[in-house]
């Protein structure tokens, strides 16, 4: 009976010895290492997901693990003429700090280890969960709430466009434009310079639309295609748009932290953009139109058919994404440590707009890639000869196209962004 006493003893002796010894392998085989991706990685943010995130993990040592999340992009998804440039540095999971650096203690469980806990940043509190394992991880952000509420809970629509009791030009547009100049701009009925020749850009119907039968201003595709903005408590900026994606046409909304933001101050916030999800809808909203949708303010596929106005389209379209990409490419360092936004109070909403510190090189850049397009000129000279009140102007409007260089460089003030109301 000593002996079975004995044994007994020996085998669960030996049983907890292999246990401690297998939970000690087991955090042994979790090395270091980078989880990325949607097949190694899940991240949420108050329970939506997000996109474009990496964690690098380092295991214990006897101390806690370590874990820091950041996020990079690389720009070649976008343009294969964008192809060999580095990977940059893009928005990190909270709003505010590109990366995020906390450590947890490890809790086995089922086939993987979990983890929480909580903290601060300078702009959010929040608290956090997961489970890690050798092949996958988890990390949901939860409670995420900004510090500062300045902005928070409220709802916005893009300006509609109003024009002037005489029908000459408009009092109020969706866009905020301001631009100032040394240099005048010396073009007859055009009494703010280079400013109203912005306006007028906007609301000329260049756009080709309805499957090349009509053609739309960029004031009312904004005004068509943007129902909502707005701005939570947590940083999230969701906006309701116009979808069109293989062959229907809805109101829907863009992934919850596509858009996110802090306030720094009474009238400014730092706009951060994921780019993993402006790819998404680029090309969601790119696939299969159908032209015959009347709401559909982008117009219809570019079909080679060998018609005029689906050939107009195609063009636009290509125009459209080259001066995308050159405003990403110019933004991109700001993506990370977020783009500089002024919010100005108006007496029926507020206007957003990037300043001229972030403005004046970006225009610089837009300014040579049009100036260097001659379908995008030949488009704009139909568009003004096509308009019986601009006609008599396409002498001074061709010359002011050539100067625009001269013009920015004379540059004293220049705001361009939106013109928002209070959604009812």
């Known amino acids: 009976m000593k002996h079975l006493v004995i044994a007994g003893t020996c085998a669960v002796t030996l049983c907890l010895l292999a246990a401690c010894d297998k939970e000690k392998d087991y955090y042994d085989v979790l090395d270091a290492k980078t989880y990325t991706g949607f097949n190694e990685l899940t991240v949420t943010y ?8 990496s964690v690098t993990f380092t295991p214990p040592a006897g ?7 950041f996020s990079q992009f690389d720009l070649s998804q976008l343009s294969g003429s964008l ?7 893009a928005p990190g999971a909270l709003p505010g700090t590109p990366e995020l650096t906390f450590t947890a203690d490890l809790h086995t469980a089922a086939g993987h280890y979990t983890f929480s806990g909580a903290g601060e940043t300078e702009f959010v509190t929040y608290s956090y969960d997961g489970t890690v394992n050798r092949e996958k991880m988890s990390l949901n952000f939860t409670g995420v709430k900004l510090k500062d509420l300045t902005f928070a809970g409220r709802v916005f629509a893009p300006a509609p466009a109003v024009k002037n009791p005489d029908g000459i030009g408009y009092s109020q547009l969706p866009f905020h434009i301001v631009w100032e100049s040394d240099m005048p ?23 080709p639309a309805y499957g090349g039968t009509a ?9 068509n295609a943007i129902k909502t903005i707005g701005m939570r408590d947590d ?9 069109t994606a293989n062959g229907s ?27 993993t999800d402006l790819l998404t809808l680029v090309l969601l909203n790119n696939t299969n139109r159908d032209p015959d949708i009347p709401e559909n303010p982008f117009g219809a596929p570019a079909k080679k058919t060998g018609t005029a106005g689906n050939a107009d389209n195609e063009e636009i379209k290509e125009i459209a994404f080259e001066i ?20 100005a109070p108006q007496s029926n909403g507020v206007a957003m707009y990037i300043g001229s510190e972030a403005m004046l090189p970006l225009m610089k850049e837009l300014t040579a890639s049009i100036l260097a397009n001659d379908k995008l000129k030949a488009m704009l000279t139909q568009a003004i000869v096509g308009n019986p009140q601009l006609v008599q102007m396409l002498p001074d409007l061709l010359k002011a196209m050539e100067r625009l260089p001269e013009f920015i460089a004379s540059t004293t003030r220049i705001e361009l962004g939106l013109n928002l109301v209070p959604y009812k």
């Open 249 to 275: 046409s809805q109101f829907t909304q863009t992934p919850m932290s596509f858009l996110q933001y802090v306030p720094t101050s009474a009238g400014s916030l730092r706009l951060f953009v994921n780019p």
């Open 185 to 207: 701009v010396q073009i007859p009925g055009l009494t703010n310079g280079i400013e109203d020749l912005m306006k007028l850009f906007v609301t000329l119907p260049i756009i």
């Open 63 to 69: 101390a806690p693990a370590t874990f820091k999340v």
């Open 46 to 53: 108050n329970e939506s997901p997000m996109s474009g995130k």
């Open 235 to 243: 940083g999230c900026i969701p906006v309701t748009y116009l979808q």
């Open 83 to 89: 192809k060999g440039t580095p990977p940059i540095q």
């Open 324 to 343: 995308a990409i050159t405003c990403l490419e110019k933004l991109a360092p700001m993506l990370a440590t977020g783009i500089p936004v002024t919010v």
């Open 215 to 223: 053609e739309m201003s960029l004031v009312q595709v904004i005004g």
